[in-house]
């Protein structure tokens, strides 16, 4: 059965925890229907993808890390996701707020045996968006080990901070070219003496976590299963539309919004409280 409501209630220590460290595993939130219908989104959408559609596996490598995004403008078991899962009311707990729009989704396959990592980032400064309570759920549709699940650094987002933004590609192409933004530390050299927080995954659990919480994630070669994460992302009430020099990812044009605007409109929906 397709429910609309997570399937368990979200605790006040889950909300402490995601609020202290910027990312929490919530296990057994959706049902296994959610998840077929977006692993048939997704088959469909990664045989006809989308414009903004990108390969960050080197021609000729193993494996392939396949990134699109706005299925749910054009597949509507994603649509479906957006509008009746269990996602908004999640988002509406988790970031404490009593509206939430939806920003975008951003499909996210590693096939096995793909070496490319997602680099180490915040998502926020992809965004021309200001504003405090902005989260995204990553919902596995296959198993995930925690070996190749998704590192955050624990407590990243309270730091105060914004790391430069650059593509996932192999040379981390920058999107904007100044120094407002500091270099992304070197996590890896940091292993060890940083808290990294990653969970292995079951089919209905899900991570959310804040927009400036640090993470990257390894690639796909510890097993011969699939990685498929669908990342959607959510929008509370203080959130408002923003000017950023350089690119933003992912480009979405034409929602009409002024700087200072809420993230409210036809692009941006408002998906709580449901009507
Ligand atoms: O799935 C991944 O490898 C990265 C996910 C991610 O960076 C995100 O959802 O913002």
Not at 228 to 235: D, P, S
Request: net charge negative; charged share 30%.
């Amino acid at each position: 059965m397709l429910h609309s409501e997570p399937l368990r209630e979200i605790t006040e220590e889950e909300v402490f925890a995601f609020n202290r460290d910027g990312a929490i595993r919530l296990a057994g939130m959706f049902d296994e229907e959610w998840i077929a219908l977006l692993a048939d989104a997704v088959e469909r959408d990664k045989a006809e993808p989308g414009p903004m559609v990108r390969y960050n596996t080197p021609e000729g490598a193993a494996g392939e890390f396949f990134v699109d995004f706005q299925l749910w403008q054009r597949w509507d078991g994603a649509r479906q996701f957006v509008t009746d899962s269990p996602a908004p009311a999640i988002a509406a707990r988790m970031l404490g707020t009593e509206t939430v729009n939806f920003y975008h989704d951003h499909l996210i396959v590693k096939e096995p045996g793909t070496a490319e990592r997602t680099p180490w980032h915040q998502d926020q400064p992809y965004y021309p968006i200001d504003g405090k309570m902005i989260g995204s759920i990553w919902l596995p549709l296959d198993p995930v080990s925690r070996d190749v699940c998704v590192e955050y650094v624990a407590g990243s987002h309270r730091w105060d901070r914004w790391f430069a933004p650059r593509y996932f590609d192999e040379a981390s192409t920058a999107l904007v070219e100044d120094d407002r933004f500091e270099a992304v530390p070197d996590i890896d050299n940091q292993r060890g003496t940083t808290e990294l927080l990653a969970w292995d995954l079951d089919i209905g659990d899900c991570i959310f976590f804040h927009s400036l919480s640090l993470h990257g994630a390894p690639g796909n070669v510890a097993n011969d299963r699939r990685r498929r994460g669908y990342a959607t992302r959510w929008l509370g009430e203080d959130t408002r539309f923003a000017e950023r020099p350089g690119r933003i990812s992912p480009p979405i044009e034409g929602h009409g919004l002024a700087v200072g605007d809420p993230m409210d409109c036809e692009l941006f929906p408002r998906v709580w409280p449901r009507d």
